[in-house]
């Protein structure tokens, strides 16, 4: 569709003279579409306005006004800033339409908002719990519910100053005593009984393809949640048919803690350390995407010094090459080349993490962004370490593992034409990141809606065209090479000066409002949600955690291939549960 | 010709194999247990097998690394501890896992605070090691360690840190981060200088 038969954002209301509105609240955006409106909304801004990635879904929760509200975030693929929607219903009774019939992308998003929420999304193909479990009573994110070893609605709690007495919370409140299940819901009796209980989401499976002369039916099997190769406690249920793959359904939640609500009863500068622990392979990037969404909130109280911006920006394009070396390793440990390309990888992956260290005291963990700047500056010594590096080693080194991997005819056997999404699927799937890019849409936060300082650098967006394992392995090639490019150009400019603006402060109020922070994670579109009532305390903390959202095209991708590529498939999305199950 | 990529490949693999040895004979002995050796692996020119043997071998710790918070306390001219920390609690407000627990000393007299802590927990087995506390200190009084071996047979008999198992004099801090130690040490120069110069302007006047 060409740009000029779209119709501009400021006709919505022209448009839609019935059932929209303009969201006037204070510190707010967008319209507001009446429930019983919503699917022709949003069909038109897909075909009319040409807003057809559908990033984020979530839910917030305004128990004081007894209203529940789905907020929506829609971007056009060419670029450009966000379109919010929202749909508000009765909190007793949320009940909206879905739209997974238009954006499918919303699939697990609005699973998750029914199960964390208990919004329930009429005509949804399959809404049922994702990261909690049959026999959990209630919906968590919901304001009134509290957790087994629930303490107080708000941190920092009175029990620890000025009289600390320290207890356990296991020891005062024990296991077992604090659990509520649902109602005719008797755990000791409850096992999930047969195919149905096991595989209940594979429902609409249909044994023998009419073939009256050969009888054949079709295995369930499931790989994981133990399983080396889904990186992590995950599950894959995948139906068979010989070695091919007829349908397959991602299965998560095991590591669900719900961090969500943990940042809402934490205050804001509480959550930063918080983020680390989502993808804990990139946590520069994760801290920046929040702190973007509270900046947003504070305006010009948190304008970032100069200097803080160019070490933001470096430390997010390490974390990228971390990220994107660590990915490529673990493919080819997925292809069954173990673990030789992943300790090459691992070794570069090391030297920037001995970087990370030295600058914000951990390797992992990192912590490092503060609201208005980062935490610490470069101590003596290490800004020459960033410099060898990234003019000397990395280049040399990822020439290597370029010619070590790429035109290795096992992999190109085994990648090519394997788990291949069109971009119009993957535009639809609203999947993000390097998937999105090698199904050759460019689409890239950084130059498509630019925050920090990215305007100022020259760098290309790494696409490819195929939407298969092997691109997608490419465009994670082309990215570090791209990421080295930028980091050349930041270490050059690199400005003397203040790292954090004002005074660090550790309680903030943040002025009431709504705010949506997204940055390009390396493993896509990372989006921070946030809505602040004033107080210190967010009210809302909702994460779009690329590795959740990617898993969505995950069945499309691996219907039609065999068993073993289900595998690689899995591994070329490059997931990390503790962002998927969050 | 089919197979060239996967020559190539091996071709990597040999180069890694054989840069092993040609360091090893290249350093001898020092390629392995000295700091030299492991500073080489750590470095941008490391070739071949960089693993240090942990641990026969440590990686160093440089200064701002983080690992469970500890108190500081003075050495007085007696020998006496002279603890920094004067309860004000604003670790335990800052933590994020909640897991400082602070019981402020009160006067048996008056029964006003005292600025001193009666008792100063952390709970280790939930501290994720953020470092806020000591971020926000405005007495440099609660440190991070560097510390990292922490193992122990049972967590619950040991997990619990309470005051006497936290204060660590300011000689240990010093030594783990001198960097940070001579520069507070200064600020902390220059205020007592900057308050006993205006106490001196108000005895002039």
């Known amino acids: 569709m060409a740009d000029t038969t779209l119709i501009a954002e400021n006709d919505i209301l022209a448009r839609f003279p019935e059932g929209v509105s303009q969201d006037e609240r204070k510190g707010y955006q967008g319209y507001i579409v009446a429930a019983d409106r919503l699917v022709e909304f949003a069909t038109a801004l897909r075909d009319e306005f040409g807003y057809d990635y559908l990033s984020s879904v979530t839910g917030v929760d305004y128990l004081p006004e007894g209203k529940m509200e789905v907020v929506y975030h829609a971007y056009k693929s060419t670029g450009g800033g966000a379109l919010v929607f929202k749909v508000q219903v009765p909190r007793e009774d949320a009940v909206v339409p879905s739209l997974v019939g238009v954006y499918k992308g919303a699939d697990f998003q609005e699973r998750e908002a029914w199960d964390l929420l208990g919004i329930r999304f009429e005509g949804h193909p399959n809404l049922k719990r994702i990261l909690m479990w049959e026999g959990f009573a209630g919906h968590p994110l919901r304001k009134d519910w509290k957790e087994a070893y629930f303490e107080e609605e708000k941190k920092p709690f009175d029990s620890r100053w000025p009289g600390g007495d320290v207890y356990r919370a296991e020891d005062k409140n024990p296991f077992g005593k604090n659990v509520v299940y649902p109602e005719k819901f008797d755990p000791e009796k409850w096992t999930p009984v047969g195919e149905e209980g096991f595989y209940g989401g594979l429902r609409g499976f249909d044994a023998g393809d009419g073939d009256e002369d050969l009888k054949t039916e079709q295995v369930v099997v499931n790989l994981g949640p133990q399983h080396p190769s889904t990186h992590g406690v995950f599950r894959m249920v995948v139906s068979l048919e010989g070695e091919t793959v007829v349908r397959l359904e991602p299965v998560m939640g095991y590591l669900h803690r719900n961090h969500e609500k943990i940042g809402e009863r934490n205050t804001y500068l509480m959550n930063i350390p918080f983020t680390d622990r989502l993808d804990y392979l990139a946590s520069m990037s994760n801290n920046w995407g929040y702190v973007q969404a509270v900046e947003k909130l504070l305006g010009d109280k948190a304008k970032v010094p100069e200097r803080a911006e160019y070490l933001r920006v470096i430390m997010a394009e390490f974390t990228r090459i971390v990220n994107h070396v660590f990915a490529i390793g673990t493919l080819l440990n997925d292809l069954g080349a173990f673990f030789t390309p992943m300790l090459y990888a691992l070794e570069e992956r090391e030297l920037i993490l001995d970087i990370f260290e030295a600058v914000a005291g951990s390797r992992m963990m990192c912590n490092y962004f503060r609201f208005g700047g980062v935490a610490r500056d470069l101590p003596p010594g290490v800004y020459e370490k960033m410099r060898d590096l990234v003019f000397e080693r990395l280049p040399r080194k990822i020439d290597e593992l370029d010619r070590y991997l790429t035109e290795n005819e096992i992999v190109r056997a085994r990648c090519e034409g394997v788990g291949v999404l069109t971009p119009e699927e993957a535009i639809a799937y609203s999947a993000a990141g390097p998937v999105l890019r090698a199904s050759g849409v460019p689409y890239d936060v950084r130059r498509a809606d630019p925050y920090g300082i990215y305007d100022r650098f020259d760098f290309d967006v790494a696409v490819r065209y195929h939407g298969d394992v092997y691109d997608r392995y490419l465009v994670r090639l082309d990215e570090i090479r791209q990421s080295i490019r930028i980091l050349q150009q930041a270490l050059d400019d690199l400005p003397e000066g203040e790292i954090i603006s004002g005074k660090p402060k550790y309680s903030i109020r943040v002025p009431a409002g709504e705010a949506y922070g997204r940055v390009e994670g390396p493993k896509g579109e990372l989006g921070f949600y946030i809505v602040s009532d004033g107080s210190a305390n967010p009210w809302r903390y909702h994460v779009r955690a690329p590795s959740f959202i990617n898993l969505t095209a995950l069945g499309k991708m691996c219907e039609g291939d065999k068993v073993a590529d289900a595998i690689i498939i899995l591994g070329s999305i490059d997931i990390v549960l503790g962002e998927t199950d969050r | ?205």
């Open chain 2, 1 to 205: 010709m089919y197979g060239k990529g996967i020559l190539k490949g091996l071709g990597v693999t040999l180069k890694h194999f054989i840069d092993t040895y040609v360091d090893d004979i290249r350093m001898g002995k020092s390629r392995y247990g000295t700091e030299k050796g492991i500073a080489y692996r750590s470095s941008k020119d490391a070739r071949g097998i960089f693993t240090v043997q942990y641990p026969e071998e440590k990686l160093p710790t440089p200064e701002e690394f983080r690992f469970i918070p500890f108190l500081v306390y003075d050495e007085g001219e007696d020998g006496e501890r002279e603890i920094r920390c004067t309860s004000c609690g604003i670790c335990a407000k800052v933590c994020p896992p909640q897991c400082i627990w602070i019981h402020r000393s009160k006067d048996p007299e008056t029964g006003r605070p005292v600025p001193e802590p009666a008792e100063f927990f952390i709970d280790v087995d939930v501290c994720m090691n953020c470092g806020l506390c000591a971020e926000f200190c405005p007495f440099d009084a609660i440190i991070m360690d560097h510390d990292y071996e922490l193992a122990v047979y049972d967590r619950h008999a040991n997990n619990i840190y309470d005051k006497e198992k936290l204060l660590k004099p300011a000689e240990y801090y010093k030594d783990i981060r001198p960097r940070n130690y001579a520069l507070q040490e200064a600020a902390r120069a220059e205020k007592a200088a900057k308050k006993s110069a205006a106490k001196a302007r108000r005895g002039k006047a």
